[in-house]
């Protein structure tokens, strides 16, 4: 009895640290700066937020600006937003060609651009305004970052590499989770062989 009241409890101790990993943890990752053309494209923003139980309204706004020529200042054009709890692809040269994708806690608050062209060059800002709620007041902090996109006919070495990584990522991923999968088994067999090596002692 001793013996299975033990192994129960290194089964759910184990439990408790996968359920602890399997908390999503926020990273800040500059985003990829070349595309290619006629593929798709994420510009990767990220908002991470030191407490994620804090209540919070997040608002962002992306724009575009095409590269500055000699003397002549770019303007930047508002291209989507997300706000009201949803995002909105706004009216423009990107019209049809963005698609949201970020999270659902708006700490990746990322657009994704379809169907690469060369006109697609240029300079992103993604701005993130969010407002905190506390009891009695309600303090706000803005973020801005820049995306300096160059369109390519072809994907680069750098672009290919880039790939292989994370698929490495992703398998060394699955395999933790197979591992501890199977930790979990392992545990339930012993604590089974002890139930019956019991039942045949008596």
């Not at 651009?113 to 007041?137: A, E, K």
């Not at 680069?156 to 060394?172: D, K, P, R």
Request: proline share 4%.
């Amino acid at each position: 009895m001793v013996t299975q009241t033990r192994v129960h409890l290194q089964t759910l101790v184990l439990l408790i640290f996968v359920v602890h990993l399997s908390r999503p943890v926020c990273v800040d990752i500059p985003s990829e700066t070349d595309a290619v053309l006629g593929k798709s494209m994420k510009l990767t923003c990220i908002a991470c937020m030191k407490r994620d139980e804090i209540k919070s309204t997040t608002h962002v706004k992306w724009y575009y600006m095409p590269y500055e020529e000699k003397d002549i200042p770019s303007d930047e054009t508002p291209i989507y937003k997300y706000e009201v709890d949803r995002p909105v692809e706004l009216d423009g040269p990107f019209k049809g060609r963005l698609a949201w994708n970020g999270s659902q806690d708006l700490q990746d608050v990322s657009i994704r651009i379809i169907n690469v062209t060369y006109n697609d060059s240029g300079i992103y800002v993604c701005n993130v305004h969010r407002q905190f709620t506390f009891d009695y007041f309600k303090p706000s902090v803005s973020l801005t970052k820049e995306i300096k996109l160059k369109v390519k006919a072809k994907a680069t070495g750098e672009t290919a590499a880039l790939y292989s990584e994370i698929m490495m990522y992703v398998l060394l991923v699955c395999l933790t989770f197979w591992l501890l999968v199977e930790m979990v088994y392992c545990y339930r067999k012993i604590s089974k062989s002890d139930e019956q090596a019991q039942d045949t002692a008596y």
